[in-house]
């Protein structure tokens, strides 16, 4: 599979890459002090693609983090013993394997919070946005996308694989809530050099 062209919508000239832009250049990728938004060009269209040129590792990341306790789960994650994390590559063994993009889907969950407390009155906020009751579906429809624009590799959870998704997204301008009113899903795909 070859990889994608992209066009990028330039930041707001800060830099020579929005000039090269604005004549008409296709192929300008994000410059490091500016955050140009990569929107993939071609059969599928409307899908949000980052390429990234910056991913940050943290060993945390597997099994560490998802076992910190929170409302619940004295535990952490309840999915921590399950095969997530040894079923997924560790990332630092395939860096430099591919070209990695991020693809993202959102999600309103206060509008979701709110539809749930019309539908159940007596629960609470937190148990409005449950992710039991909302997070399968919208990672299916990032998976759709993920799977209608191809790829090599997927990192369907890239905490997993050790990637500090925060970080990495905050580097192409994505800034990423940690108790968001819109959830913003993230997953990784790689192609082949």
Sequence with gaps: MMEPQFTTVPCGGHCDEADEWAS????????DTCQYRNYLTGPVLGIDVFKLKNIVYDKRARGVWCATPYPGHPHGCPNLKTKCISDRPDFRTIL???NWYAIIEKF???????????KYPGWTERQCRNPLYWQGGVRKRLREKCDAWGWHILL???EASG????KTMDGVGIHLDRKPDIVTKVMIVGFDL
């Design 96 to 98: 430099h394997d591919y």
């Design 163 to 166: 990637i500090d998704v925060f």
């Design 108 to 118: 309103d969950l206060k509008a979701h919070a709110a539809m749930m407390k019309v």
């Design 156 to 158: 369907d959870i890239p």
């Design 24 to 31: 008409g250049s296709t192929d300008v990728y994000p410059c």
